[in-house]
């Protein structure tokens, strides 16, 4: 059975840091595109980064780049998602979601299409 479990939300002020993590189990989690979105009330799910199986490809929202990076642990069966310079904009249920030898071009604009996600975890930026 495939889970993916979030953990690392929480309240913080503008301008601090987090560090959200997405633990995999039950997969081959090297063969596994990985991504983060989010979904702040009342508004759509929105990409926030993604990276390709083998590390080939990076993909950052305009609105998080250079200020979030994403990165994964192979041995770990862990992606992360460090978050820097947080704004109250960055304020959302944040999902990691994972699909097996997908392009990452596809999951940022077809999220409906992954296969597995995680339940979400919150972090609320406050001003």
């Known amino acids: 059975q495939v889970q993916l479990v979030e953990s690392g939300g929480g309240l913080v002020q503008a301008g601090d840091s987090l560090r959200l993590s997405c633990t995999f189990s039950?997969?081959?989690?090297?063969?596994?595109?990985v991504a983060w979105f989010r979904q702040a009330p009342g508004k759509e799910r929105e990409f926030v980064a993604a990276?390709?199986?083998?590390?080939?490809?990076?993909l950052y929202a305009d609105s998080v780049k250079g200020r979030f990076t994403i990165s994964r642990d192979n041995a770990n069966n862990t992606v992360f998602l460090q978050m820097n310079s947080l704004k109250p904009e960055d304020t959302a249920v944040y999902y990691c979601a994972a699909d097996r030898w997908s392009v990452v071009h596809t999951m940022m604009r077809a999220p409906r299409s992954i296969n597995h996600w995680g339940q979400g975890t919150q972090v609320t930026v406050s001003s």
């Open positions: 039950g997969l081959s989690f090297s063969t596994y595109s």
């Open positions: 990276k390709s199986w083998g590390d080939r490809v990076t």
